[in-house]
Each structure stands twice: as structure tokens, then as C-alpha cells.
């Protein structure tokens, strides 16, 4: 059967990292899986906690009648009270469980979200770089995307470019902190920036403008940092998550859409967004899994773990020459690329047997990024790889020499 045109071509510009995926394949059989250093993958390698595993077991072993059914296609009133409950902790406003709806992950709320609001040819900005999925959830609601930079050297928001980025068909803004590709938190000031320029534009064009703040990451941040509520700083906003990482459940597609309750007709919204859960097919989200994640709210995965890897990766390849933003949150690192062309070394990269995803795949040329959620193991493994790449592209860091006095110190303590 053929194949519309407009995915053909979706596939063609869109696949880089099933691409490197699938090279990484070939390079596994070739040398063997423990010499290949694969950092493609947003796909925590950690299990879940085990209080998913202690609550998975008692409803396994005292089930409740009629669990399996059908339900409110917005999810069990449980749930929603449970997610309710921590944003109205974290917002300090009166969030309720009929702001809430239970989605297959954030890419299900974000769709929904999407579907919601979204008529023909309206446009919604996402800043760059920006997580690869968000131009297809657009395309499929029929809107249009449109790019905005962020400052190129810290990746923070640009709320200047935002603002002259916004015009009579803007509908919507999606912002995702911590961020994917490059793990910067945007701050409070930030975001009460954006609240302040979206108002104005929204009283400058007489309509609402829905500020989306993609989340995943929320919970895994560093050196005790913090992600600010949205709900605090923009009056029209949605918060779309997921368990998929904090939980490290990516398989099991639970997640949830907060509206913002100071929302204008935040209930004409919520209606909206029900009926698009419905109709995208979804119906509901997985049962078995809002029974389970309304009592792990206040439960994550191991951050320190995380932390450690984004300090050996971060140090060690800043000691060799690599410039990056040292992230404050998710599992990413989105160094310079050392060529010009950051498919270029890619490339050489692989010829090293490390795996990496050009800043391309990401509408940021000249970067690359890196994904830690690996096993330590790998990471100290491919340091060796990462030194001759170094050296391949005439990097001279500013700490090599105290960089190659502590690997051989490594070297020696065996
Ligand atoms: N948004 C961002 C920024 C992501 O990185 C991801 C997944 O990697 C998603 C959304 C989709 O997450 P989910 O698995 O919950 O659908």
C-alpha cells in the first residue's frame, strides 16, 4: 500500500535516531554489545522503584472488582485527586481532580491537548532545540509549527523572540523544562516573562494563547534544584507529563494533562480535551497503571544515580576539549558539535563505536546530543573512545592534562 506522501516525507527527515539505532545493531554484532557506547536512546535503563513494585504486587494478589473495565474516558476520580493534589502543593492554587486527565504518556496529552485547541493553519511556536515529536503532534491537529531559538549559548528561553514570534494565528507556545534536548531548567523569572508576554499579546489580539509546558522531566533535577510551576506564572497554561521517566515506565504509556485552573473556561477546555482523549482513540489511559500511580506521586527513581553520570560525562568531556551547558535536569547532554557539520561527526563519532544523535534531528545543526540514561558501566568504558574522538577532531581541552593524570591515577588503582 502506498504511503501518503506527507508521512513519506515526515519518515525521510525524521528518522535519526532509529537510524543510529539500527547502525548500532550492526556495530553490536560486529564487535560485540559491551564495545559499543550507545547514547541514542531517551530510555531509562534503571527499573522502576520499588514501591511501583510493592503496590503492582498487592493488586495482583487483591484485585479489584471490575478493575479492567471501562472508565471515565478522563480516568479514575482517584488518580486525578492524586495528581490534583501535588500540583496544587507545588502551584499553591486550588487544582482539582476535574482538572485533570489521565493520557497514555505526554505524547497522548500532548495530542490531546493539540486536538483541543487547535483550527487549521494555527500556528504554534516551540523553541529550538526542540524534542522532534512536537512538529508531527502539531501536523496531525492540522496546526502549523513555528520555530523559535533559544539563546544559543545557555539554551534559555528567548522571551523577546517568543514575543516577536507571536501573531494573530499563534494558538499556542510548548515549552518542555527540564529540557530535552539539553537539560536547562527555565527559571521563575523566566516563566513570569513569558506569563507577562503571552497576556499582552492575548488583549493585543483578542484571543487566548495556550501556553503547553511539556514536563517529563520534572522530578529528575540536580544539585537540588527546582522546577517552578507554570500554573504560578501563566494564567493560560497546561501541564503535560508522564511517568515514563521519574517512574522509568515508558512502556506502560501513563501520563496526564493538567489544565491550569485560573484557565479561562477552564471547564469549556476540560470538555474539549475529554471528548479528544476519546476520539484519538485512546479512550482511556491504562487502567492497571492509575491504580498504581495515584500512590506513587510523591515517588521517583534514583536522581543521585542520574547525577553521577551527568558529572562523569560532563567532566570528563569538558576536560577533553567538548563545550557544553552543564544541565540541571533529565538525562541529556547537548554538547557543541567540534566539525561544522554535526552529521559529519556523527559519523566519525561511530567510527569511535560511539552512538550519538546529530543536533539536526533536533532543528539545532551544530550540536549533538547525548542521552545518560546508560549503565555507568558503559559510560567509563567509552571515556577511551570519547579521547580518540577528541583528539581525531584536534580538540585541546582546557583540563586534558589533569584529565589524563586522573585516568592514569584510574589506571593504577586498577
Ligand atoms: N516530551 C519529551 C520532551 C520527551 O522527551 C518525551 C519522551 O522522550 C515525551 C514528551 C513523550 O513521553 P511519553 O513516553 O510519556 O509519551
Not at 492554587?93 to 493520557?103: C, D, E, F, K, Y
Not at 534514583?302 to 562523569?312: G, H, N, S
Request: charged fraction near 20%.
Amino acid at each position: 500500500m502506498a504511503v501518503a506522501s506527507k508521512i513519506a516525507g515526515f519518515i525521510l527527515n525524521s528518522s535519526w535516531i532509529r537510524r543510529m539505532f539500527e547502525e548500532g545493531e550492526a556495530l553490536r554484532k560486529e564487535f560485540g554489545a559491551e564495545n559499543v557506547y550507545d547514547f541514542t536512546l531517551g530510555n531509562p535503563d534503571v527499573d522502576p522503584p520499588a514501591e511501583f513494585y510493592e503496590e503492582f504486587h498487592k493488586l495482583a494478589h487483591d484485585p479489584i472488582q471490575g478493575m479492567h473495565r471501562y472508565m471515565s474516558n478522563a480516568g479514575y476520580q482517584e488518580t486525578r485527586g492524586a495528581v490534583a493534589h501535588i500540583l496544587g502543593e507545588a502551584s499553591g492554587l486550588p487544582v482539582q481532580a476535574n482538572h485533570v486527565i489521565m493520557t497514555c504518556g505526554a505524547g497522548g496529552a500532548l495530542n490531546v491537548v493539540l486536538k483541543t485547541i487547535l483550527n487549521p493553519g494555527d500556528q504554534v511556536i516551540i523553541v529550538t532545540p526542540y524534542f522532534v515529536e512536537y512538529k508531527f503532534y502539531i501536523d496531525n491537529h492540522g496546526g502549523v509549527p513555528v520555530e523559535v531559538w533559544t539563546d544559543r549559548e545557555t539554551f534559555q528561553l528567548d522571551v523577546d523572540a517568543i514575543k516577536d514570534a507571536i501573531n494573530e494565528r499563534t494558538k499556542g507556545i510548548i515549552i518542555c523544562s527540564p529540557n530535552n534536548p539539553t537539560g536547562v531548567i527555565y527559571p521563575a523569572e523566566s516563566l513570569q516573562a513569558l506569563g507577562e508576554v503571552v497576556a499582552a499579546k492575548e488583549q493585543e489580539y483578542g484571543r487566548q494563547i495556550c501556553v503547553i509546558s511539556d514536563e517529563p522531566y520534572a522530578r529528575i533535577t540536580y544539585d537540588g534544584k527546582q522546577v517552578p510551576s507554570i500554573f504560578k506564572y501563566v494564567k493560560n497554561s497546561v501541564v503535560v507529563t508522564s511517568h515514563s521517566k521519574d517512574l522509568a515506565l515508558p512502556g506502560e504509556r501513563i501520563g496526564y494533562l493538567a489544565a491550569n485552573p485560573r484557565m479561562n473556561r477552564v471547564d469549556h477546555f476540560m470538555e474539549g480535551a475529554i471528548f479528544a482523549n476519546r476520539v484519538l482513540g485512546f479512550v482511556n489511559a491504562p487502567a492497571l497503571m492509575q491504580r498504581l500511580v495515584a500512590c506513587l506521586q510523591h515517588i521517583c527513581v534514583d536522581i543521585q544515580a542520574y547525577q553521577e553520570k551527568r558529572d562523569l560525562l560532563y567532566n570528563g568531556l569538558t576536560s577533553l576539549g567538548f563545550e557544553m551547558v552543564r544541565p540541571d535536569g533529565a538525562f541529556y547532554l547537548f554538547p557543541k558539535s567540534p566539525l561544522a557539520d554535526d552529521v559529519e561527526f556523527v559519523r566519525m563519532a561511530q567510527k569511535h563505536r560511539i552512538l550519538l544523535v546529530p543536533g539536526t534531528g533536533f532543528g539545532a545543526p551544530g550540536y549533538f546530543r547525548i542521552a545518560y540514561c546508560v549503565d555507568k558501566g558503559m559510560i567509563e568504558r567509552s571515556m577511551g573512545a570519547w579521547e580518540a574522538l577528541a583528539k581525531e577532531c584536534g580538540l585541546e581541552g582546557p583540563r586534558k592534562a589533569e584529565w589524563d593524570a586522573e585516568q592514569a591515577d584510574v589506571a593504577e588503582r586498577g
